[in-house]
């Protein structure tokens, strides 16, 4: 049976993460999917990861970014770009919707979840960090254009405890912790995949009932290099985090093999069969439409192009291609932030990092966009005055 007036939502900014929608898109599907799935991306999100994400989600919706550049409160938490989470918040302008779930791009279900939608606004599990305080990587919530409004109201006034997401809807929901138990999500729809073994006992009695795994932390899953050879995630970039996510890795790789790389051949294969000067671009030559016609029910929202809607592209694709061997699977690709790279005996994504010409570096500073936290830190400008005065 399908519900159509509720949803699942997932938020992705730049490709990358898409690649985590992706796969929880698919691990939502493979688990008996009852309610629509809808994607939230940014005008970042590359043309042909909208096809492809089109092809798993119901609605893939562009909303701007919110970006709290709240650097000070983000560098506590260590991480300096999450400040971007705050564009979350437009989920809840998703009103044709009467209930919804939120999961993040780094999330993987293990099983179907419906029995979420039987809780209320707003249910979320304890942050392992914190447990008075929610994570917010997993959330029951329903739209409401007048909750959004007071959501950036209090964003404005009061700001996030930790610049992002999370601090802003603790404070915002700040009696979840006492309330109603009811909206205390059971941490199985919530595993922190990396943390859950600081209780290891606990782990090994209830760890099989998880629902939910979330890779939490700077290091994700598409991080990792996976071998679909031996199905398991290649020895030296495990050295990146704790041996015992291992199995969640693997199954999140499994289901990047089998459910999201056949996505990218199919890509390829519309790419071959179209008339030439209409190719839907694996190389970032299907561009979205300036015309999409904007989403039912959002407010300002427009609809990503789906692969029928894309633009003609402007000239012929770019050769993509990145392959050791012949492979077993599709070969590998790129889209304009992300390269993959697909061998019989190793795939791996990675982010192609884009440097600046100095015109666009004094662009960015002009315009406030100031890397407090890498190159434009103190410590950096200090040595390269030192070394100008020297
Ligand atoms: O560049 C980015 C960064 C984040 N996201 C989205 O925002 C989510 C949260 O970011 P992530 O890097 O996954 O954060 P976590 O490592 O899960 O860290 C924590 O901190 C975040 C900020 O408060 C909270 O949103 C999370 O629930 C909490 O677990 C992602 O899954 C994506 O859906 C993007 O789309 N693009």
Known sequence: MSVVDQAFVTLATNDIYCQGALVLGQSLRNHRLTRRLVVLITPQVSGPLR?????????????????????????????????????????????????????????????????????????AASDPGWPDCFNSGVFVFQPSLETHQRLLQHATKH???????????????????????????????????????TYSPAFKQFGSSAKIVHFLGSTKPWNYKYNPQTGSVSEQSLGLGSQHQVSFLNLWWGTYQSSVLPLYKSIRTVETHVSPGHAVGIGGVGEPCATSAPSAGVPGADSAPGADQLCPALGPPEPTVKVDEPPPVPEGSHSEDVALAVSVSEISIEEKVKALSPEEERRKWEEGHIDYMGKDAFARIQEKLDRFLQ
């Open 51 to 123: 096809v492809i994400l089109s092809k798993v989600f119901h609605e893939v919706i562009e909303v701007n970014l919110i970006d709290s550049e709240d650097y000070v409160h983000l560098a506590f938490l260590k991480r300096p770009e999450l400040g971007v989470t705050l564009t979350k918040l437009h989920c809840w302008r998703l009103t044709h919707y009467s209930k919804c779930v939120f999961l993040e791009a780094d999330t993987l279900v293990l099983s179907n979840i419906d029995e979420l939608f039987d809780r209320g606004e707003f249910s």
């Open 159 to 197: 700001g996030s405890f930790d610049g992002a997401d999370q601090g802003l809807l603790n404070s915002f929901f700040s009696n979840w912790s006492t309330a109603d138990i009811g909206k205390h999500l059971p941490f199985i729809y919530n595993l922190t995949s990396n943390t859950a073994y």
